[in-house]
């Protein structure tokens, strides 16, 4: 049986894993980490820290949006193989400072919020691996760009 058109399976699976690089999974596997944070407001003053947390905060709206842009063209049928790539490049390095971040607020994993720190560092290795390594996705996006 022929899924799609012949010849064309590369382009098939690249397509068809937009759908796992596009989701907001891809930027929200942390998230409980940082609400956690931004429990902690005091330390997050105390450390001087309120500018890289408020920017962790507007990347994950930005995320949000980019997550919800994929998903509405998705929606509408439109190829997203760019998008979902970039939005999971962006979203591995929001997970992985997100992470950074806890273990200066947080206290890291010796901490009484061990669990959401500890489950997160457990966790990071496959942030990088689900949906393509960073070498595959660069390779969409400037195989993509240089078409432009």
């Known amino acids: 049986n022929l899924i799609g058109v ?7 699976v690249v397509e068809q894993l937009s759908f796992e690089r596009g989701g907001p999974e891809r930027v ?8 956690l944070m931004l429990e902690r407001s005091d330390r997050i003053r105390e450390l001087g820290m ?36 970039t939005l999971k490049m962006l979203g ?17 994993p010796g901490s009484s919020p061990q669990s959401h720190y500890g489950q997160a ?13 960073a070498d595959v996705l660069l390779s969409i996006i400037a195989k993509q760009e240089s078409r432009s």
Request: some cysteine; glycine content about 12%; proline content about 4%.
């Open 28 to 35: 929200l596997s942390t998230y409980p980490l940082l609400a």
């Open 92 to 108: 591995n390095s929001f997970e992985r400072d997100v992470i950074t971040a806890a273990r200066d607020v947080l206290g890291g």
């Open 6 to 12: 012949e010849g064309q399976g590369w382009r098939q």
């Open 121 to 133: 560092l457990l966790a990071s290795p496959g942030f990088s691996l689900r949906g393509g390594a």
């Open 50 to 85: 309120r500018r890289e947390i408020g920017s962790l905060v507007a990347r994950l709206a930005t995320l949000r949006r980019m997550c919800w842009d994929v998903a509405r063209q998705m929606d509408d049928g439109e190829p997203t193989v760019v998008q979902a790539a």
